[in-house]
DNA sequence: ATATAAACGAGACGGTACGTCCCGTCTTGTT
DNA sequence: AACAAGACGGGACGTACCGTCTCGTTTATAT
């Protein structure tokens, strides 16, 4: 058996990847540089990751694990303003703004990139989402015939639309959508 | 001796890019290529455009014309849907969507075309809700502190954020977000 | 129609192979090194040359010329014996050798360049042979049966042998070789 | 406790050495493209040999050593006839003759290599070309102050040169050298 | 017969160069 | 003056190998 994978350069290249994003835009990035930064072989990025793409969804997943395990208060649409003021926060002060703008701009040339995004990122919200609004159907805080899909798709959908057309996200710009959005299933 | 600028050159450019984008993605379009296949010097293009995307919305802008003149028909609910739908079908069935997509990739490392997609389209529709609001608020159609803003944001940013992700856009979608978005208002 | 090739980036690149050969071997040099040292974009050799082995045999060829020219002065041995000393100087005290020895070690496994330096360094030198032989013969200096392919293919082949295997490349040395193959003919 | 040398991979890495000269040219084989073929770890080929071209000289070699045991039957010239007829029907026949247009090759930028080449093939022809001579003049067949070095040169330079050239070697062409090397010595 | 250390297959690693594509600028001659 | 054609210096692509470096896993003595 060979030796096996390197887990130092692995975080040197995810870390270089985070760094340049956050200082320069998608595609004035390339593998060439982020290995040169890493202090890596090209190879040893192509031998890991598909595309430059991949390596980002990767170093930004691992900056969202944290905001997804916020606990269900009892309160759904206070948890979900939690989570969405969370989300804010880390997209305008953490390096996952600009990443996961670099992920959508990627994924609109690259088929496979988009589904790894869907399946990565938006997948496990969607089931989180469905979750959380199960247990408030069940506690009776909301409407059992409730669209809570179309009420996720809004939600974060709006948040997504803000960032990409890089308008302002501030917190206080959640109490609007919350109230239009959550008005009809109290 | 001065010749003016050459209107077939022109459209032969804006054509050549909408059925590039059309059959390939957004990175795998080159402005050489679309010299090459519009029969044009490299240098025409960049006489009259700052960059690739600048071409590519000059192109969707074009197609987007028409869907802005919807008529005020008194029934704003209404008008906003059949808007709304006109949009849809621009998307699936024209070279609207690939192209409106390139935009928003092109844009994330690009600040000048992020604003002038703004400028060229958002701004207008924000224009366009503002005064078609203004005339249902003076005919009792909705409240007068309701927040369109936040409402105009929630629509267009969720058909946004579907084409985006290439998740399914079929009208009967659009039933459950009108609901939802209208709800507290009428 | 385009601009035509530029003559200075043409004599850069071949100044720029001549002077790296003679400092390192032949596969030590690359074509990115080239071009940089020529300060001059990679594609701008590949537009114009195949290989690497055919920047050289251009380069090479250019120094050849003088030799090829020397003139006929009535006595054949003595002519032959004035123009292998001349490529002896021309392999020794310029970057010729080196070059040459490029070319024998790049045509060994790229049939193509081996034709081209068979066709612009040989062939010619055959050729020359062959009318200084017929007017040697005329004049009666020279049997008319001397089998002059084989003594060209001795003359010529056995210094290319002692170029290649960095054998001691004397002009005393001629003496003995020309003793030999002429001792026949005279 | 060692390990000795494994002797089966010895024997693949030589075989697959040869079988891919003969297929490819040089520099299109790989020492890792000979040790997948060999079915062999890199290491295993760079613990026991400096470098490919030294590979191929061992290979080489062992088809070389059948040829320089010719016997002394009296007649100096038919006996180098038939040692060259040999080598011209090891060159043509078998993988021989790729390999040494490889080891030629590589030796024009590897001095290393290119000085084990000459002790492991030319001296040992020189010595042999020597004793060969020594016991001709003393049965009275040669001058006894002919220059033997150069007549080996000329003899065994002008069939490299025409390998290398990739010219025609047939064994009649022997007849017009050996003709003209030894007219004088007779 | 057993332990043990070198040799082995596999292959990851930091690199260099490959040959190609495209960038944005430029030059040339034509319309 | 605008145009088509395309050469130019340059940068990045994704691939192939380089020679070095672990990894376990044979395997042939030296006990």
Sequence with gaps: MPASRNEQSRRAILDAAISMIGELGYDHISIEAIA????????????????KGAVILEAATESLSAVVALPDTGDFVADIRTQLAAILELITTTGFGPAYRCLIAAGQS???LLRALFDRIIAPNIEDFRARTARAQQRGEMRADADWQTMRDLLYGVVEYRLIH????????L???????FQGVR
């Design 110 to 112: 690259d088929p496979d």
């Design 166 to 173: 890089a308008m302002p996200l501030e917190p206080e710009y």
């Design 175 to 181: 109490d609007g959508v919350l109230e239009i959005v």
């Design 36 to 51: 040169r930064q890493a202090g890596v072989g090209k190879q040893t990025i192509y031998r890991w990751w598909p595309s």
